[in-house]
């Protein structure tokens, strides 16, 4: 659920505390004037002020800092916001966070500047219902220069006011709209964010969707009520007075989300998910960073060679390819004025199509787009995989994308770049269909709990398709690009690697989707490099764990 944000203590100060008077008591008319000149008087010619230019002294970020801080703690709203570069927006979030977050009094401290940057621990009192309640945090603000007033001013962004705060979002205390909510996981356990907190972000989007559905009554809470449109839930910053939480059961599996999460935290920057194919369930979802935005669920990747699992099963219903028969890998193949190539530009002489998809051989997939009408593929991922239909899985989710493309970018769409996006829920649920034979939309919550419809696709995997494509996956994890991550693996599994290239980055995103009887995982290791040396081991470690 959402929670309360931790006290910090800010580093050597360099002013001492800015007053503690009552930002609710103060009235401030004044505006303040930015350049400091007055007008001339009887037959004086104007003077003509140049205006000052360059980064801020030292001096001048020192002086401003601590006349803004000082004013805002004086509750002096129209003078605090006369010494920002956007003095309207800076005089409506200080009043707000007077009349609409009741911050009765607050006393800020200035700690050591950092070039034009200086952090201030916010000591606050909050009023509501006649509790007064201490609230303490940190933020900082930078220093800027006027280009019109040539005066240092303070660049002025919503976060200066709470560092979590963001354009549109509102800071408030009164009741909280929505009951807090005690998640579980499917077996009755009780899911903290202290315990897994990858899932903060999940668990607040929980309360947010079902906090009314679940039986609790609401608290009064200090929080963020995010801007309209925004896919990031509210927050609560601090509670006043406890609410009663409902119950709301997942399907997470705590013991599987502890594993995943330790996976992902191996990396600085990494996403995977894991699903039950029978059914659709959710079983972990993890994402490092821990606090940060929900990749695994709301990532819009181009999912590169994975892909080949969607590309091979249209190829295989087309007649144009299949397990055992000749396939050309060639090094090269151009097609819509693109020349494509394989990795390091190797071939297979005499190939089959099996060899192609456990090596990864792009040339044997887009030799085949001059074949394929230009929706082929969209068809193929949205009617069989589920791919870009309305997923409600009981939070935000992007639910992929392949759209329908033409000469070059369509040859690019075969290998998982051009226009497709995906995330690895997107992914797990491809594997997952593989396993399982129909798609089974990926859902945190059942739909039994507010009877909303799962999407559905138009038909499963045709039987023969279904076999050869857990036979191509069989043989890419035992002997082809996802071997080494799969080593030791038993029973029914398959694997694909996928390397997407991405503009502007010195190593590609790496990509592994695998499944192992009824689980199956996808895992995305931004700029990690080949698939199967970052996303794989992350992926082995959930299924070796399920």
């Known amino acids: 659920m959402r929670s309360g944000a931790r006290a910090a203590v800010i580093g050597a100060v360099f002013a001492a505390m800015v007053g503690v008077a009552g930002c609710g008591g103060g009235q401030d008319g004044s505006t303040g004037s930015k350049d400091g000149s007055g007008a001339g008087s009887g037959d004086d010619k104007p003077v003509v002020k140049k205006v000052k230019t360059g980064p801020p002294s030292a001096a001048e970020v020192k002086a401003t800092a601590r ?9 002096e709203a129209g003078k605090a916001a006369a010494l920002t570069d956007d003095e309207k927006a800076a005089a409506a979030a200080l009043t707000a966070y007077r009349d609409k977050a009741h911050i009765g009094k607050v006393a800020l401290a200035a700690g050591q500047r950092t070039g034009r940057t200086v952090p201030f621990t916010v000591n606050a009192r909050i009023s509501y219902g006649g509790r007064q309640v201490p609230w303490t945090y940190e933020s900082a603000l930078t220093i800027t220069r006027d280009k019109t007033t040539g005066a240092a001013v303070v660049d002025w962004k919503p976060s200066v006011v709470h560092p979590k705060l963001r354009a549109g979002d509102a800071l408030k205390t009164g009741p909280a709209g929505t009951p807090p909510v005690k998640a579980v996981d499917r077996d009755g356990a ?25 039986g609790g009554t609401a608290g009064v809470e200090t929080w963020i009520s995010r801007a309209k449109g925004s896919k990031t839930p509210d927050e609560t910053l601090k509670v006043l007075t406890k609410g009663k939480p409902g119950t709301l059961r997942t399907t997470i599996d705590a013991k599987l989300q502890t594993t995943a999460e330790r996976a992902v935290s191996k990396r600085s920057k990494a996403a995977v998910v894991a699903i039950k194919p029978s059914t659709g369930e959710v079983l972990a979802v993890a994402n490092s960073p821990a606090q940060g935005f929900n990749t695994a669920f709301q990532g819009s990747y181009a999912p590169g060679s994975t892909m080949k699992v969607i590309t091979s099963a249209l190829l295989i219903d087309k007649g144009l390819a299949g397990y055992g028969k000749p396939h050309p890998c060639p090094k090269y193949f151009s097609y819509g004025g693109w020349k494509f190539q394989n990795d390091d530009k190797f071939e297979i002489k005499g190939g089959r199509f099996e060899q192609s998809f456990a090596r990864s051989c792009n040339t044997a997939f887009i030799s085949q787009a001059p ?3 230009d929706d082929d593929l969209t068809k193929e991922a949205r009617d069989v995989f589920g791919i870009g239909l309305n997923w409600k899985t009981g939070i935000s989710s992007f639910d992929g994308a392949v759209p329908v493309q033409s000469a070059a970018s369509k040859g690019a769409s075969l290998i998982g770049q051009g226009g497709v996006r995906m995330n690895p829920l997107n992914m797990a649920s491809v594997s997952a269909t593989v396993a399982s034979g129909v798609f089974r939309q990926p859902y945190l919550v059942s739909p039994q709990v507010d009877g909303r419809t799962l999407a559905k696709a138009a038909r499963g995997l045709k039987p023969g398709t279904r076999q050869q494509l857990k036979s191509l996956m069989k043989l890419t994890a035992t002997s082809g690009t996802a071997a080494q991550a799969m080593s030791g693996m038993s029973g029914d599994f398959g694997a694909k690697t996928g390397s997407a290239e991405v503009d502007g980055q010195k190593e590609p995103n790496g990509w592994f989707t695998a499944y192992r009887g009824d689980l199956a995982a996808a895992a995305v290791v931004p700029q990690g490099g080949h698939g199967g040396d970052s996303a794989g081991p992350i992926v082995a470690s959930v299924l070796r764990a399920g």
Do not use: C, N, Q, V
């Not at 006349?67 to 509750?75: I, R």
């Open 371 to 373: 074949k394929l009408a």
């Open 190 to 214: 009780e899911l903290r964010a202290a315990d897994h907190p990858t899932l903060k972000a999940i668990l607040d989007g929980l309360r947010e969707r079902y906090g009314k559905k679940a």
């Open 67 to 75: 006349d803004f801080l000082a004013a805002w703690s004086a509750g």
